[in-house]
């Protein structure tokens, strides 16, 4: 991606693309793309739409505006993605399926990738042909990732991957995966591990469903059994993974914390008071204060993500302040569920497939996950502590031991 770029464009260069951006968005983002069955059974619907949604930008010229035109971007500027994403947040969001492939895989293989890698590997993933899924976590190694043990062997000219990772959204309909193996178990824990990229395709790549509360089952157990890697494709450093998955979570929260629009946007709260309208409830003074509140929360946290991305698009790398609007998000949907419940009442607490309620009370179910994915509220709070406020640093008994010492995760 260009750094830092200051292009500045004339009046007539900025209303011309944003012309041409609100012609493609009324032209193609409908919401129809699969956004219908967001709770569907595996999400391959919502998936296909996204594809088709990002293939069709990559025609029009629109796809990774940032990113140089010989890997497959649009080699535009700041300027013209700002107007992108003003444009886009008056729309349906068409590509939430491709959030981590493109706000998380492409920005790290692009920060660390060799000439080769690029080449190989971003014109596809900016276009959609191929998508990429993050394979971080495991049974034992979740707030605590780098006690991962999954591990990684040089043989000749590849690496042969073995071990167990969980939670991997949407590994079942990912071409790809970035992953993180122990690479040297002798160094302390933070130190052996580095980061491949793995084909998802492979035989030895085994991945099972894991099914979720709201009917769906979007994310997975992978095993790794003898997973052959060629050795070009470690990604950066061997044993440097641990700051190229900082770099990826924190690009993680700043995809998850402000979403692909800009601008002022409250969706939640919109939704709600339309609905309060239709029943009446809207006179009711305490339920107008909960809407209220919501409508302030979420055109607050637009505006700091407003600010997090001029931040990252001045050329700065997310820092931990992404960690805010990731929080952010995240008191948004526990406030969400209780107003649904609110407005709502009883008919979301109990529902049949097919009912009109149906929707909210899936969004109630999944809201959890938002206090977990990506990291869970409590690691935020530290980051925050630690990075943002400069509190001391919570004790790390384990930082300088050797790995192989350490009894960790489901180690016994
Ligand atoms: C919807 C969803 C999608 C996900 N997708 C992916 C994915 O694609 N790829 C991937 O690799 N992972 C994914 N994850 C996994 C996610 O990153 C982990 O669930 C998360 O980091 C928490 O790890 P854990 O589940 O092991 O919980 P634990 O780490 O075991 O935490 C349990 C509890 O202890 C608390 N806790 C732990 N350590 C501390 C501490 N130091 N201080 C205070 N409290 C602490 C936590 O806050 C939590 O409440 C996903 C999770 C969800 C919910």
Not at 286 to 293: A, G, I, S
């Amino acid at each position: 991606m260009s750094s830092v770029d200051t292009a500045i464009l004339t009046a007539e260069e900025t209303a011309a693309f944003r012309a041409q951006c609100r012609a493609f968005l009324e032209a193609h983002a409908t919401g129809a793309s699969g956004h219908d069955q967001r709770h569907e059974d595996r999400g391959a619907a919502m998936m296909e739409g996204a594809r088709a949604f990002q293939q069709k930008l990559a025609e029009a010229g629109l796809a990774g505006l940032m990113y140089p035109t010989d890997v497959g971007g649009a080699g535009l500027s700041r300027a013209h993605d700002r107007i992108w994403r003003e444009e886009y947040a008056a729309f349906p969001d068409m590509t939430s399926e491709l959030t981590i492939s493109h706000g998380m895989c492409l920005p790290v293989l692009n920060d660390f990738g060799t000439p080769e890698q690029k080449e190989q590997f971003l014109a596809d993933n900016i276009s959609g042909k191929k998508v990429w899924c993050q394979l971080f976590s495991e049974p034992g190694a979740g707030s605590d990732v780098a006690s991962l043990q999954t591990k990684a062997e040089r043989d000749g000219d590849e690496w042969i991957i073995n071990g167990q990772k969980v939670w991997t959204t949407l590994a079942h309909l990912s071409d790809y995966g970035v992953v993180l193996a122990r690479t040297n178990p002798d160094a302390p824990k933070h130190a052996g591990i580095s980061m491949f990229i793995v084909d998802m395709r492979d035989p030895s790549v085994e991945i099972r469903a894991i099914h979720q509360i709201d009917g769906g089952k979007h994310f997975n157990e992978v095993f790794f059994t003898d997973t052959r890697v060629p050795a070009s494709w470690l990604l950066g450093e061997l044993n440097n993974g641990w700051n190229q998955a900082t770099a990826m979570l924190m690009y993680e929260r700043v995809a998850i914390g402000t979403g692909s629009s800009s601008g002022v946007t409250h969706p939640n709260a919109d939704r709600l008071i339309e609905h309060a309208r239709r029943t009446g409830q809207i006179s009711d003074p305490v339920v107008r204060q909960h809407l209220m509140q919501m409508y302030m929360e979420e055109t607050t946290k637009s505006l700091v993500s407003m600010r997090t991305r001029a931040e990252m698009k001045a050329g700065r790398a997310p820092g931990p302040g992404g960690s805010l609007g990731k929080l952010h998000g995240a008191k948004i949907a526990r406030m969400m569920r209780n107003l649904i419940n609110e407005v709502l009442g009883a008919d979301v607490m109990a529902w049949e497939s097919g009912d009109k309620v149906e929707q909210w009370s899936k969004s109630i179910v999944g809201s959890f996950a938002a206090n977990i994915a990506g990291g869970t509220d409590e690691i935020q709070l530290n980051i925050i502590g630690d990075r943002v406020l400069g509190l001391p640093r919570e004790p790390a008994v384990d930082r300088d031991v050797s790995f192989k010492d350490l009894k960790v995760g489901t180690v016994r």
